[in-house]
């Protein structure tokens, strides 16, 4: 890959937050300008901000606390299911979830709603990187139009609910990574 292809926006916790104007701009930025038409949100297990989401008390003082307040609703609505697992399963689970999670505010920030709702070309990806073998996993996508936030929507409700394991979608081994893409990325 050929430097400027790919434009990257990281911050810790690969988190796309509608209230990030860093993250928001970036993105407006690449679609409008850039023409980019593939998005990677990329996450990686064994975060570091998942796991103080997963493990310290909502108490914790200092600004960490709010940056990583997403993810730990995320954590909240998926406390049944991280209940039955191991302290390591939970966190590579939540991981997993949190890549879905900010797929999902991608994919429902105001700039690619309007990419869509123009017809314009944007594809947007959830991976996470496993740095214990170097391969990046599929989680979510392609999304192209606003109709499959649906059945993201759909796939996030039952990967949290009591049947989660059968109706979790299998991962795709090695996905390569895409071109012109814009990504938020774990920075941590
Ligand atoms: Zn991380």
């Known amino acids: 890959m050929s430097p400027g292809e790919v434009f990257v926006q990281r ?33 990686h297990y064994n975060c570091g901000a998942v796991r103080a ?20 609703e995320a954590r909240s609505q998926a406390s049944r299911e991280l209940a039955g697992l191991s302290r390591e399963e ?19 920030s105001p700039v690619v709603q309007e990419a869509w709702a123009v017809g314009q070309e944007v594809h947007v990806w959830g991976v996470i990187y496993d740095v214990a073998d170097g391969l990046v996993h599929r989680l979510a996508g392609p999304m192209n139009a606003s109709s499959d ?16 394991k059968s109706k979790k979608r299998p991962r795709e081994e090695g996905h390569p990574v895409q071109e012109h893409a814009v990504a938020p990325v774990d920075a941590a």
């Open 90 to 108: 939970a966190l590579r689970r939540l991981c997993e979830l949190n890549v879905m999670r900010q797929v999902f505010h991608v994919c429902t």
């Open 149 to 164: 936030i649906d059945s993201l929507r759909y796939e996030m409700t039952a990967v949290i609910g009591d049947d989660a």
């Open 11 to 43: 911050n810790v916790g690969n988190q796309a937050m509608h209230t990030d104007m860093n993250c928001m701009s970036c993105l407006e930025y690449s679609i409008k300008s850039l023409k980019v038409k593939t998005i990677i949100v990329c996450g």
């Open 53 to 72: 989401a997963l493990e310290l008390p909502s108490r914790t003082p200092g600004l960490v606390n709010c940056w990583i307040s997403d993810i730990r």
